[in-house]
C-alpha cells in the first residue's frame, strides 16, 4: 500500500529536521563550568496567536552533598531562564543521589522542608515554571524506612501545581553481579496524575523507569497530554542501549512532545548514570541535547505544529480498541483538555460556542441544552459530524460512552439525584433532528412525569414545532450552568 502525505506536511518536517542548529556556550559559575547547548528555530507567530514555547533541559551530576547540589541547581534554572526558557526541567533525584539506601532514606526531607523551599524562592526570583523530576520525600510519620521519589511541578509564583511519586520501581538484581533495587527504600506511587496545564502546554507527570511502559503515556494523552516528562537517572549500561529509542518511541506512538532531564556522570564508587538529556518532537526528531558535564539545553516546543501532526496522521482514531481494548487512567475523573481548547464546536449545522462545553475528551465533548427536558438535561457529541451511529469508529464509540459515563456521574451528583436516563437517537425515524451522533443524559427524579415512560415521548418531541413563543434558554443561562458543571471535571 502506498500513503500519500501532504506535501506542505513532509516539507515542514523536514525543513524542522535539517534547518535546526546548535550554539555552544560556556555556562560561568562560581563552582564549576557548564556546557550550554540552545537549539532555535524560527520565532513566527501563528494565525491564532503564538503557539511557541521555549523550555530549559536540565543536565546534572547530584552527589550525597545536598548543598552543593542545591547549588548547582540554582545556577542551572538562572541559566535557562536567562535563555527565554519559560519552563526548567530539573532531573530525577536532582536534591541529591546517596551512596546507600539508608543514607537516602535518612536525608529525605517532607514537601514543606528546605528543598522545595528553595526551589519556590528559585521560581519566584526567575519568574519560572519548575519541573522538578524528583526528589526524596519523606512519607508521613508511621513510614520510617522508605521513602517516596516524588516529581513536583511548581508554577512561577513558588506554587506547588501537582506532584507525582513514581509508579515504576527499577530493580535489577543480578546475583553476584549488581543489586540494585528502589523497591529497597521506595514507595511505589498509586495514581496517574491527570496532566498539568501550564504556560508550555498540557504536561503529562513520568519519572524515568515509567518510560518503559507505554501504558501510562498513552493513558496520559487520553487526559489530554501534550508533552511527556520523563526526568531520569538512567543507568550508563541501559542509556547506551535503550535510553534514546525508549524516548523516541514514546514521541512518536503519542504523537507528544518528550522532555527527558538527566542524571550524568559518576555519583559515588558505586553509581554513575548515562546522561544524554533531551527534548525530542512529536515526529519523533531529536530537536535538542545536551552535550557531556552539567549544563542545560534550550528547545522551542510549537504546540501548532503538534496539533498538525496528530491531524495529518490521526493515529488515535485509528486505534482498534475494539480489538484490544482502550489504555486508560483508572479512577481519573478530570479531563486536561479545557473546552476553550476549541472557539466553538460542530453539532450538525448548529455552532456551539465554547462557554456552553462542560467537558472535552480526547474525541467527544459535553454540553449544556437549550430546551432542557428535565433539570439537568445535557448532551456528549462526538468531536467528529458523523450522522449515524454506524459511522463511528470503534475509538470513538469507545471515548463517546467513557464520556456519557463520566458526564453522567457528575450531572446526578450535582442535581442530586440517583437515576438517569440515558438515550440515544439514531437517525431521523428514531426522532432525531439534527444529524450527528448524540446522546441525552437526563437525571431523573421520583414523579418527573406522570408515567415513566414519558421522558422518551418528551425527548422526541422536545426540540420540534418551535415558535417565536416557544421558551429557551438564553446563551447566559446555558453558559453559567455550564461552568458550575465544568468545576467538577477541571481543577481550576
Given amino acids: 500500500m502506498t500513503i500519500l502525505f501532504k506535501l506542505n506536511f513532509l516539507k515542514d518536517i523536514s525543513v524542522r529536521t ?12 562560581s563552582s564549576s563550568s557548564a556546557n550550554l547547548h540552545i537549539t532555535h528555530h ?47 526541567f530539573l532531573p530525577e533525584a536532582c536534591d541529591y543521589i546517596g551512596e546507600s539506601k539508608n543514607q537516602s532514606v535518612e536525608c529525605s526531607e517532607p514537601l514543606d522542608a528546605n528543598f522545595i523551599h528553595q526551589c519556590q524562592k528559585a521560581a519566584i526570583r526567575n519568574k519560572v515554571w519548575l519541573s522538578i523530576g524528583g526528589f526524596h520525600q519523606k512519607p508521613h510519620e508511621n513510614e520510617k524506612s522508605k521513602l517516596l521519589n516524588t516529581h513536583v511541578i511548581m508554577d512561577s509564583e513558588g506554587n506547588v501545581v501537582a506532584t507525582y511519586d513514581k509508579a515504576h520501581l527499577f530493580d535489577l538484581d543480578i546475583p553476584g553481579k549488581v543489586h540494585l533495587c528502589e523497591s529497597d527504600y521506595v514507595i511505589p506511587g498509586k495514581k496517574i496524575v491527570p496532566p498539568v496545564q501550564t504556560p508550555v502546554g498540557r504536561i503529562g507527570l513520568l519519572t524515568c523507569y515509567d518510560v518503559r511502559f507505554p501504558e501510562m503515556s498513552l493513558a496520559l494523552v487520553q487526559q489530554g497530554a501534550q508533552i511527556l516528562t520523563y526526568p531520569s537517572a538512567f543507568t550508563q549500561t541501559t542509556g547506551m542501549a535503550h535510553w ?107 455552532k456551539i460556542t465554547s ?10 465533548y459535553a454540553v449544556v441544552n437549550i430546551k432542557p ?33 463520566r458526564v453522567d456521574n457528575v450531572v446526578r451528583k ?71 458543571l465544568r468545576k467538577y471535571f477541571y481543577n481550576s
Fill in 42 to 88: 524560527n520565532h513566527t507567530k501563528t494565525g491564532d496567536g503564538n503557539k511557541k514555547v521555549l523550555v530549559g533541559l536540565c543536565q546534572m551530576n547530584a552527589t550525597a552533598n545536598k548543598a552543593d547540589n542545591l547549588q548547582v541547581i540554582l545556577e542551572l534554572i538562572g541559566a535557562a531562564t536567562a535563555r527565554g526558557a519559560q519552563m526548567v
Fill in 355 to 364: 462557554n456552553q462545553v462542560i467537558y472535552h475528551s480526547a474525541l467527544s
Fill in 414 to 484: 450535582h442535581f442530586g439525584t440517583t437515576s438517569s436516563t440515558i438515550a440515544i437517537q439514531n437517525g431521523a425515524d428514531s426522532g432525531q433532528t439534527v444529524r450527528h451522533v448524540h446522546v441525552h443524559i437526563l437525571p431523573r427524579k421520583p414523579g418527573d412525569f406522570k408515567e415513566n415512560d414519558d421522558v422518551y415521548r418528551q425527548l422526541e418531541s422536545h426540540d420540534k414545532g418551535w415558535t417565536p413563543s416557544t421558551k429557551l434558554r438564553s446563551l447566559e443561562e446555558m453558559a453559567e450552568e455550564a461552568a458550575k
Fill in 373 to 405: 427536558v428535565v433539570p439537568g438535561h445535557v448532551m456528549v457529541i462526538p468531536l467528529r459530524a458523523a450522522a449515524e451511529f454506524s459511522e463511528l469508529s470503534p475509538a470513538e464509540v469507545t471515548d463517546l460512552f467513557l464520556t456519557v459515563q
Fill in 244 to 350: 534514546e529509542s525508549l524516548l523516541r518511541a514514546r514521541a512518536i506512538e503519542t504523537q507528544c512532545y518528550v522532555i527527558a532531564s538527566a542524571q550524568t556522570g559518576k555519583h559515588n564508587p558505586k553509581r554513575s548514570s548515562y546522561g544524554h538529556a533531551m527534548v525530542v518532537d512529536p515526529w519523533g526528531a531529536i530537536i535538542a541535547q545536551c552535550s557531556e558535564g552539567t549544563g542545560v539545553c534550550v528547545a522551542e516546543l510549537d504546540l501548532e505544529y503538534l496539533e498538525r501532526v496528530r491531524s495529518e496522521m490521526p493515529v488515535r482514531q485509528h486505534r482498534r480498541t475494539d480489538l484490544y481494548g482502550r489504555v486508560d487512567a483508572l479512577e481519573s475523573q478530570i479531563s486536561t483538555i479545557p473546552p476553550e481548547e476549541s472557539s466553538s464546536y460542530q453539532f450538525g449545522h448548529i
Fill in 18 to 29: 535539517l534547518s535546526s542548529f546548535v550554539i555552544s556556550k560556556m555556562l560561568s559559575a
